[in-house]
């Protein structure tokens, strides 16, 4: 790594104290900066190198803090972290105890929002500037909308309205044809014809009553300072369109921009990734892309909908294959819902592909739209559970509580791999339900994967393990951990353990003979406790007035922090050791 001439610049108010000749020189060290500390492998690359220039000459020019600055999505925000005293905290970034990998309010007074899902920030600083205590100030309100985000149907609201108020709100579009995947839709079309000047494009902003100014280059720093001293003079709601390139300075990185948005481990120099561990087993999202393109292959029914998640969801293949059937819709979750919704109404089965996180931002349409309409749609639940070094903006822990209330849908969480597959193959064989599938991130427990199916009951559960006294129930792929932890255990010969699968319908035949045999029952999920599997379990044996002890064991009413998955796991005593020990003291408890 090159000398540092600016190891001193920790806060805006010493950037400031720069000469604006000197910026292009700390804009190349601080990249240089980013690269390094993600090279070791975690984080946000691409978005974050791509704003390098654009972050300074925000701080630069504005009167940060008080000038609010919102990134939206959050992971562009890593130069703004650096810059806002958090230099030496970046080398534990997304650790344990570490700082977050995006912007987050207890973190910093720079942080002026939190934003780890799109489109919220236009939203935010709109609700800011118009708050009445604040209606007087002179403070300027920066919402900087990247990666897509500007096509979330939240941002689209926001606009609506900022159009009809006077609020100093300014809008910078940063403007780099990517989410994770490439951008979609009319609207990338738009900025397209915006870019090449196309004298025939009428101003999509500007007939929403937003001043528009741009593009400018958003990596030309003087542009950028012109541009914004400009906007400091300006006042009511207004639009800059910056154009920028995701991972800016690192030419792998904006070569290959969806492999280097979040690479892991990379040669800071030359980009080249490190060598990953061998992994012989599949990921989750590869035995359910390669099935779900099987199954399509043979059921003309099936389409596949991902709001901008395609290679991550392991949609790829599928979307070159059917083109017509596996569409990416963008940062649009609720159209996602609906759009399903629709082609259910209209004879095909189409599985609705989104993180646990991001189905969470669709609540009213799987209730209005699918359940109480009674469709067939599958929502395939990806990132089910912890998740990792994201932290508590991704963890997939309230799926099974939020969805279990709704009528008619019914939720299956298969214990590995070959489950996934069969209660795929099972799904499109015909519903008369909406079905919801959940499933991890992550590694499986497979090598390859066979197409042969076999048919699951629907609302069946299994016993996996005879035992005498305690009835151990999983949901999930936690069902392998307790496997492990029956190991550990001398008196493990105690415990049956069974495979509840289906949340929703219970297996109420299996649950009537755990509950008339065994002394206790503990049940474990990998979600949060209030509303889960375990809830179903108290409601059911309260509505049959069973009266042996049910322990559930989970998430308890608290936000996960970020962090290692396997640490994650440990602390909330999900883990191998931790399992057992608890099986060990209710086992003592009702022996005593």
């Known amino acids: 790594m090159s000398k540092n001439h600016f190891a001193q610049i920790e806060s805006p108010e010493a950037l400031r104290k720069i000469p604006t000749a000197s910026l292009p020189l700390f804009a190349s060290e601080l990249r240089q900066e980013i690269i390094h500390a993600l090279a070791k492998g975690e984080g946000h690359l691409g978005s974050s190198l791509g704003t390098v220039e654009l972050t300074i000459a925000l701080h630069y020019c504005f009167d940060t803090p008080r000038d609010v600055l919102i990134w939206d999505v959050g992971h562009q925000a890593y130069g703004h ?14 650790q344990r105890n570490g700082i977050s990998g995006f912007p987050k309010r207890e973190e910093s007074p720079y942080d002026t929002f939190g934003t780890g899902h799109a489109g919220t920030a236009i939203s935010a600083a709109l609700g800011m500037a118009l708050s009445p205590q604040k209606k007087h100030s002179k403070r300027q309100h920066i919402a900087v909308v990247g990666d897509a985000s500007i096509a979330n149907g939240m941002a689209f609201e926001a606009l609506n309205h900022l159009g009809t108020t006077d609020a100093n709100v300014l809008v910078v579009l940063n403007d780099n044809s990517m989410g994770i995947d490439p951008s979609v839709g009319a609207l990338k079309n738009y900025f397209h014809s915006v870019k090449t000047k196309s004298p025939t494009t009428p101003n999509f902003f500007q007939s929403l009553n937003l001043p528009y100014s741009g593009p400018v280059d958003g990596h030309d720093i003087n542009a950028l300072l012109k541009a914004f001293e400009s906007q400091k003079t300006q006042k009511g709601p207004r639009i800059l369109h910056v154009v920028t390139t995701k991972g800016k300075g690192l030419p792998t990185a904006e070569e290959q921009q969806i492999t280097y948005h979040a690479p892991g481990k990379f040669d800071p120099l030359t980009g080249k990734l490190s060598p990953s561990k061998t992994h012989k087993k599949l990921k989750y999202q590869e035995v359910f892309g390669q099935t779900l393109l099987e199954l399509a292959k043979k059921n003309d029914a099936i389409a596949a909908i991902t709001p901008a998640m395609p290679t991550g969801s392991g949609l790829i293949k599928m979307m070159k294959a059917f083109p017509k059937r596996c569409l990416d819709v963008g940062i649009a979750e609720q159209h996602a819902v609906t759009l399903a919704a629709g082609m259910a109404n209209s004879g095909m089965l189409p599985f609705c592909v989104i993180y646990s996180t991001f189905l969470q931002r669709a609540y009213d349409q799987i209730i209005h739209d699918v359940a109480l309409q009674n469709l067939a749609v599958v929502f395939c639940i990806d990132r089910a559970g912890i998740v990792g070094h994201d932290g508590p903006t991704h963890h997939g822990l309230f799926d099974i509580a939020f969805l279990r209330c709704i009528p008619n849908l019914h939720i299956v969480s298969p214990r590995n791999a070959e489950e996934l ?42 016993q996996l393990k005879e035992g005498t006294d305690i009835a151990v129930i999983s949901i999930g792929t936690l069902c392998q951990t307790i496997i492990n932890s029956f190991t550990q255990m001398k008196n493990a010969s105690a415990f049956a353990h069974f495979d509840l699968r289906f949340v929703k319908p219970l297996d109420e035949k299996l649950l009537h003979r755990i509950f008339k045999t065994y002394k206790a029952v503990i049940v474990f999920e990998e979600g949060v406790k209030q509303g889960g599997a375990g809830s179903a379990l108290l409601e059911f044996a309260s509505l049959h007035e069973y009266k042996i002890p049910v322990k559930v064991e989970g998430v308890s009413d608290h936000f996960v922090p970020h962090g290692r998955s396997a640490d994650l796991l440990a602390e909330i005593g999900l883990d191998e050791a931790s399992i057992s020990k608890k099986l060990e003291l209710l086992l003592n408890k009702i022996s005593g």
């Not at 015909?430 to 609302?459: C, M, Q, V």
């Open 421 to 462: 597959k069969n209660i795929m193959y099972t799904a499109q064989l015909g519903l008369k339900n909406p079905l919801a599938i959940r499933y991890p991130r992550g590694y499986s427990d497979t090598e390859t994967i066979s197409f042969e199916y076999k048919k699951i009951p629907l609302g069946s559960g299994e």
């Open 81 to 94: 972290k650096m810059i806002t005293g958090r230099r030496t905290a970046f080398q534990q970034l997304r």
